[in-house]
Structure formats: C-alpha cells, structure tokens
C-alpha cells in the first residue's frame, strides 16, 4: 500500500528513544497501519503495516502528505536529540500539535510534553 492511501492510520510525528517501545506496543495491540512522520531516517523494524516519510511534522505541507484529513490519531513524541532545553522541547511539540490541530481538528491527539507546567499552554493552544 502507498502512503496515499493511507487512512483511519496512526501518525507519530516525530522520534526519540522510546519511539520503537510504542511501535511495538502499536503493532501488537492494534491492526491499523502506522506512520512515522520525521526528517531523521530511523531504524524500524520491518513490518508491512509501517511507513516512514522523511519530512516535518510542523508543517501543514508533510502532514496533508501523511494524509492527517483520513487519521485516526497523531502520536507527537518529545525530540529530546534537537535540544538539551525541555521548555524548546515542549514548544516544538505544542507547534506540531497546533499544525495537527489544524489540518484536522477531529483526529485524536497525544502530545508527550516534558515539562507537566506546559500542560495549560497546549491546552489554551488547542
């Protein structure tokens, strides 16, 4: 299947450590078709339910690419490699959000924040 058609996915915009622990928790607990939407090229496992797409989560351009209008949900990981700085961790994370938002109101959202004080910051942004 091409990422075009792609729909009623999951999205995880974005990678870090723990991304291949949720991708094996995904794999095994549901069916859907899975895609990771980051520019690095991670190392996944070989599974004809996965796709990746070397682009930008943060913008409208990638995840219209992804098709976020037919996702089910967005997963937006924490890319604790870009920076040391965990409030421009969570900044990254809430634009991402706000992009998904965006694009599709109605997809399901998970943002990880680092910082528990940004939690009302997503939320005034959402």
Known sequence: MEIKM???HIIICGWNKEANNLIENLLTTTRRHILILCPERPIIPKNPRL???SREPSTSEALREANIDRAF???ILS??????NPQDIDA???L???AVESCNPDVHSVVELLKRS???GLICCL
């Not at 890319?79 to 040391?84: L, V």
């Open 6 to 8: 792609l729909e009623r």
């Open 51 to 53: 796709y990746h797409l």
């Open 73 to 75: 949900s967005a997963i």
């Open 79 to 84: 890319n604790t490699e870009s920076s040391s």
């Open 92 to 94: 990254r994370s809430i």
């Open 96 to 98: 991402i959000a706000l």
């Open 118 to 120: 940004n939690i009302q």
